[in-house]
T-cell receptor, first 109, second 114 residues
């Protein structure tokens, strides 16, 4: 099955700093999503991005499908950005999303 | 509009006991999922239901059963709990396809099997 690797596993930032999280996947995908899990465990969709670039406020994501990676950019980080960021990939129907192990982000004030 | 509701939030079981995790969504979604989350491993799909009346295995179905009782409810049953099933369990439902696809997660159930 598809393998998903995320890096770095852990990241500590000072408030206001920028960061880039990476997701590598082992096979062609038609579905790639980024999620944020806050420190209380709640999971929220950030992006559906099997290819191309999207932006939502301070967050943006780029997927280069031909090279099998995706990047999540966080600019001007805030303490509320802390949590775990997951990349998940799957087929076009998305019924079997495979999650990476996540990147734990801690933003210090 | 409560979204996806899971019960219970916490549960402690002894090895061999059985229990059912309940999940309900009020968004009229067809697809529902059960995941488990273990430290350092992300979320792994246990079972899913693409529509009312259908269920399919995910990555780690062994030791679990599911029931899609109706469009709203999707329950997960552990018939004989084992310590390896200690985990945080998430239920989710999905709306849309392709670029309109979005998963909605419940708040999770922390299960400890002693």
């Amino acid at each position: 099955g598809i393998q998903v690797e995320q890096s770095p596993p852990d990241l500590i930032l000072q408030e206001g700093a920028n960061s880039t999280l990476r997701c590598n996947f082992s096979d062609s995908v038609n579905n790639l999503q980024w999620f944020h899990q806050n420190p209380w465990g709640q999971l929220i969709n950030l992006f559906y991005i099997p290819s191309g670039t999207k932006q939502n406020g301070r967050l943006s994501a780029t997927t280069v499908a031909t090279e099998r990676y995706s990047l999540l950019y966080i600019s001007s980080s805030q303490t509320t950005d802390s949590g775990v960021y997951f990349c998940a990939v799957g087929d076009v129907y998305g019924n079997k999303l495979v999650f990476g192990a996540g990147t734990i982000l801690r933003v210090k004030s | 509009n409560a979204g996806v509701t899971q019960t219970p939030k916490f549960q402690v079981l002894k090895t061999g006991q059985s229990m059912t995790l309940q999940c309900a969504q009020d968004m009229n979604h067809n697809s529902m999922y059960w995941y488990r989350q273990d430290p350092g491993m992300g979320l792994r799909l246990i079972y899913y239901s693409a529509s009312e009346g259908t269920t399919d295995k995910g990555e780690v179905p062994n030791g679990y059963n599911v029931s899609r009782l109706n469009k709203r409810e999707f329950s997960l049953r552990l018939e004989s709990a084992a310590p390896s099933q200690t985990s945080v369990y998430f239920c989710a439902s999905k709306v849309g396809r392709g670029s309109r696809e979005k998963l909605f997660f419940g708040s999770g159930t922390q299960l400890s099997v002693l």
